[in-house]
């Protein structure tokens, strides 16, 4: 008991044991930050595209990805964070779907696809898990465009053009999500930059189905927001 004021007394064992009841419970609850790391698991398959009144229904059939997925789990395809509504077990993987809203489907190239067309796809990260790319939020910043895809010895090099809200996070050796593919940027211009693409990324990946002026996927890096973010709204003189 520890002396307050005028013969008031606080009890400070009862409040260690109240924060400390606190603690416990927010552990035992689920995590509900989601975030990625841009490491591919596998390139899924677009099965159905159905619009409907309320929304536009994605069925993308996985296999890795699917495991331990249940109705309300998140997942990224081509780095789009989307919930899922439905899954339908068969032999020959998960049938897997998504309800997108007007703004998803309208920021995103998930509105280019079609039954055939591949699609990135990562389970989101584990508490304790290995970061083997960036933070990746999975929410879309803009679309980019592919003017050059071509093979360069035993490499790829990939060109994207992308409008001037993007390219102003886009910075050389910098990290940036294309289809939700954590990637190194390796050269920077005025309206676009240049990636090499490994020959691992190219096949575990949607890259190659990819072709010259196709729209992709951009969300730039988290932490130059944040940076950006800060250094605007600092005031010389103030803490």
Sequence with gaps: MAPVGRGFVVDRSYKVTQQYLTLHKIAEQKPT??????????????????????????????????????????????????TVVDINRTTTGALVRFDLLEETWRRTNLQFATPGTLVNLERPLQFGGELGGHFVTGHID??????????????????????????????FKGSVAVDGISLTVAGVKKTGFRIWI????????????RKVGDAVNIETDLIGKYIEKFIGAYTPGKC
């Design 33 to 82: 930050l989601i975030m990625f790391t841009g490491i591919v698991e596998e390139a899924g398959r677009v099965e159905q595209v159905n619009p409907t009144a309320n929304a536009i229904q994605l069925t993308v059939r996985a296999h890795k990805t699917a495991r331990g997925l249940k109705v309300g789990s998140s997942l990224a395809v081509n780095g789009c964070c989307l």
């Design 142 to 171: 803009g679309l980019g465009k592919i003017t050059r895809w071509e093979r360069a010895g035993r490499d790829y090099v990939l060109d994207i053009t992308a409008p001037p809200e993007l390219m102003r996070y886009i910075v």
């Design 198 to 209: 490994i020959p691992h990324t190219f096949e575990v990946t949607n890259l190659r189905q």
